[in-house]
């Protein structure tokens, strides 16, 4: 991939596949081809027997990183059921300015980033990387502090749903808009004053900032080795967000206790998921990531119920399931129209 002046044109679906999960090459660790004890590389061994060895050793290859990032699913929305606790004492522009500067200052002190020897086009990406972490957390704590947790979650996967969908521009995909859109229907009642259309109106701007952050996420990828490209854009992202904090929370932000929950909060819902999920992306493919991403609606909504008490309707229940259906479609959709097209020289 092109590091540096122009860049190749992809679509945005590409865009998530590139920034969500590099696929492992052959031959890397834990890829098919680079098991030890397969029946290719182990000299004496009954085939039926290494090849059973190969397989359990492919599934526990396959089945590690999904469980970091089903993990790292876990303590983002856990994260977030936190920082709604938290608001009551610091706004909800406090408590981003408390997740952004601390996560960055994480970031900054872990993957001491170089500064040196990028051009104008590698800090526009990462500025709009960071713009877009901003935003989505602005909008979707302002969502937070309004509608239920899972409702908020569900309401913001529209955005890279619809992303796919566009990008994709195949008829089996409108299905599974349609199937999201019946989910939001459930999920609003028929009108969006059950839920609280302005924290509702949030939740889809959230989104709408998500798809963007996923695109400029896989640029930031290719344009900076390892976490570099995160924790400038997440310092970016946090000087954006620091004056909004300020003027809502002023010096409630200083108070030790609150320090301590955002500290908390900046480390559950970007350090540490951040970190399983770098981890995890070595050997899993992105079709895979992006089908438990579809599953974060549920998590939020779990977390709602055990930390902050937001019981779910059957109603509620059956939407929450469609969106993530719909989620879980489009992604294979796409996977099928991965495979089927011709490898490229």
Known sequence: MNHAGSEPVD??????AAGAAPATAPGAP????????????????????????????????RLGPVALVVAGGLSVQFGSAVAVLLMPRAGALGVVTLRLVLAAAVLLIVCRPKVRGYGRADWGTVAAFGTAMAGMNILFYQ????IPLGAAVTLEVLGPLILSVIASRRLMNLLWAGLALGGVVLLSGGGFDRLDPVGAAFALAAGVMWATYIVFSARTGRRFPQADGLALAMAFGALLSLPFGIVEAGDKLLVPSTIGLGLAVALMSSVLPYTLE???????????????????????????????????????????????????GAVRTQMKRAAALPPQA
Do not use: N
Not at 33 to 49: D, Y
Not at 297 to 320: C, E, H, M, N, Y
């Open 143 to 146: 969502a937070a502090d309004r």
């Open 11 to 16: 679509s945005p679906v590409k865009d998530i």
């Open 278 to 328: 770098l981890i995890a992306l070595r050997r899993l493919p992105a079709p895979t990531f992006a089908i438990l991403m579809s599953l974060e609606p549920a998590i939020a909504a779990g977390a709602g119920f055990l930390v902050l008490s937001q019981a779910l309707s059957l109603t509620d229940a059956l939407a929450i399931a469609l969106v993530i259906a719909a989620s879980m």
């Open 30 to 61: 834990g890829s098919a081809s680079g098991v030890p004890g397969s029946a290719s590389g182990a000299p004496g061994t009954e085939p039926g027997a290494a090849a059973a060895t190969a397989g359990a050793s492919a599934r526990a290859a």
